[in-house]
């Protein structure tokens, strides 16, 4: 066995070890939606190492490089080993192994997202110093599942698509900075997949929904918080409802001390289905 890096390893290689490693959980990605998530996320191949039996991936670690809270970083774009592999500590290895190279390449902090069910891995990163920064919810439903009802919008908007790097102020409706995969740097990794529909009113713009209509993935949703509770984030909704293609939609990392997302869609009735721990560890 043989720990070295991604840099010249092809795509379908990797894409099906991927696909090897995670075959036993629920949800399965294809190799175009790796492709499209890792690309979002930064995967940098050079930076991403992998145990080798031959030419035959048994782990992996990929990692994404770039900025976060104005902070260069490297994240765990995703962390996998073959069935018939584990057990024998080969993430930590790898993990380990890496540390020179990121510091090489002025990378001194390494951030992770994990469910918090899994115990088995928040005790790992706990043992190697990750520390917990964040707590997060995630939300997950069936297009026939949302209850969201339009009735009366209380304060008269329209809805178009927009540009968000025209509107710079919307970091002021946030409650919470977005996570690694829902921030603009990787919004702007794949625009192309993605519409962000503006809510305007008395003459400005008072909300936007940023998603992702093939996964049916939310990246951002926020309402000025002097027009909320008015119908405006319904409205955002019901518009992305109306352009997803994907069966489902989901929201991904809502810092759970948010209260008005949780109460948002408890309404329609969507209850949190996860939960997550962002973890950060300085090289």
């Not at 080798?52 to 990692?63: Q, R, S, V």
């Not at 790898?94 to 997202?113: M, Q, R």
């Not at 043992?127 to 919810?137: A, H, Q, Y």
């Amino acid at each position: 066995m043989e720990i070295r890096s991604l840099e010249k390893t092809n795509f379908e290689t990797i894409a099906k070890a991927c696909m090897q490693a995670f075959s036993d959980y629920e949800i399965q990605l294809n190799a175009e939606e790796l492709k499209t998530m890792w690309k979002r996320r930064g995967f940098s191949p050079d930076l991403s190492f992998a145990a080798f039996e031959g030419e035959d991936i048994a782990a992996y670690t990929l990692n994404g490089i770039g900025n976060f809270n104005g902070i260069a970083m490297a994240y765990d774009t995703g962390t996998g080993t073959l069935k018939r592999y584990r057990g024998q500590g080969w993430a930590t290895k790898i993990f380990e192994y890496s540390i020179p190279y990121l510091k090489a390449a002025n990378i001194n902090h390494y951030l992770l997202e994990v469910l918090q069910h899994n115990t088995k891995a928040v005790s790992v990163y706990q043992k190697i110093g990750f520390e917990v920064t964040r707590e997060f919810n995630y939300f997950m439903w069936k297009n026939e599942e949302l209850k969201n009802d339009i009735k009366r919008i209380k304060v008269p908007c329209s809805i178009e698509k927009i540009d968000i790097e025209k509107h710079a102020y919307i970091q002021d409706f946030w409650d919470f900075y977005p996570s690694w995969q829902n921030s603009f740097e990787s919004i702007q990794r794949t625009r192309e997949d993605f519409i962000s529909l503006g809510a305007s009113a008395e003459g400005k713009l008072v909300g936007y929904c940023v998603f992702e209509p093939v996964s049916g993935d939310i990246t951002q949703i926020a309402v000025d918080k002097s027009y909320r509770r008015n119908g405006i984030a319904s409205l955002l909704l019901h518009e992305a409802e109306k352009l997803n293609k994907n069966t489902g939609m989901k929201l991904i990392n809502t810092a759970i001390s948010c209260l008005s997302i949780i109460e948002f869609l408890k309404v329609k009735k969507i209850e949190i289905s996860g939960k997550q721990f962002e973890m950060i560890k300085e090289l």
